[in-house]
Nanobody
Framework: QVQLVESGGGLVQAGGSLRLSCTAS????????MGWFRQAPGKQRDLVAV???????NYADSVKGRFTISRDNPKNTVYLQMNSLKPEDTAVYYC?????????????WGQGTQVTVSS
C-alpha cells in the first residue's frame, strides 16, 4: 500500500521558519503532482502549494513570497520551506500526491502534521 509520511511540523514563534517533508512509498510506479494543503480548526482544507513532476509550482496567494515548495523525484519526496510564519498559518498540514500504482492513478494523503505559530 502507498504511504505518505510527513515530518517537520511543530511550534514556532511568529517570524520563524519550519520545513515540512513528505515521502511517498509502497508499490509506486510513478508520481505526478505533489502538494501541501492545510486545515485550520473549523475551516475547510485549502491548497497551500503544489509542484508537478516537471517542477512547475503554484501557491496560494496568502503564502506567496514566504513559502517554497520543492521535490526530490528519485526519493518521491516533497518539501515545504515556510519562512516568515504568521499566527494565521497555524493549521494541520497535509501532504497530497497523485500516484500510479500498477496501472491505476490515485490521490493519496498523508496523516497530517501540526504547525502552530505563536504571536
Amino acid at each position: 500500500q502507498v504511504q505518505l509520511v510527513e515530518s517537520g511540523g511543530g511550534l514556532v514563534q511568529a517570524g520563524g521558519s519550519l520545513r515540512l517533508s513528505c515521502t511517498a512509498s509502497g508499490g509506486i510506479v510513478s508520481v505526478n503532482t505533489m502538494g501541501w494543503f492545510r486545515q485550520a480548526p473549523g475551516k475547510q482544507r485549502d491548497l497551500v502549494a503544489v509542484i508537478t513532476s516537471g517542477g512547475s509550482t503554484n501557491y496560494a496567494d496568502s503564502v506567496k513570497g514566504r513559502f517554497t515548495i520543492s521535490r526530490d523525484n528519485p526519493k518521491n519526496t516533497v518539501y515545504l520551506q515556510m519562512n516568515s510564519l504568521k499566527p494565521e498559518d497555524t493549521a494541520v498540514y497535509y501532504c497530497h500526491a497523485q500516484i500510479k500504482v500498477s496501472y491505476l492513478w490515485g490521490d493519496y494523503w498523508g496523516q497530517g502534521t501540526q504547525v502552530t505559530v505563536s504571536s
